[in-house]
């Protein structure tokens, strides 16, 4: 399914005053439920939160489990309001893995027809899990 109006729409709630990056993500689960984030900045710089791990979060919140997370959809505009393609930082990267158990494709859009589509080992090969411990 594509997302991307939903995700647009979903850009004007981010909270972005110092960055003027705005992020949004849809989060699909295995059952078909799915989710919305935004990123939400902070003065104290490292508190901000990104939009897919607020998705991913709120997803927990509601009762989904490790292994549940079947896509990931993100959307960003930078502070000129021109749609830029997103990747997830690196901390996301590594929420998106344990969540999927490392089986998840991340789509990354940056109009209505141009979405990048990678799993997420693709995204972080190596990844370090759960079970690793
Ligand atoms: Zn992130």
Known sequence: MNYFNQLQTLLDASCAPYSGFNVASIVVLKDGRHFKGVNVESAAYPTTNCA??????????????????????????????????????GS???????????????????????IATHSIASLLPFAFLGADL
């Open 52 to 89: 897919e791990r607020n998705a991913i979060q709120t997803a927990v919140t509601e009762g989904a489990k490790i292994g549940d997370l079947k896509e990931v959809h993100i959307l960003a505009r930078n502070a000129a309001k021109e749609l830029v393609k997103p990747y997830p930082c």
């Open 92 to 114: 996301c990267r590594q929420v998106i893995a344990e969540q999927s158990l490392n089986d998840t494709t991340v789509y990354c859009y940056s109009s209505e027809d141009d």
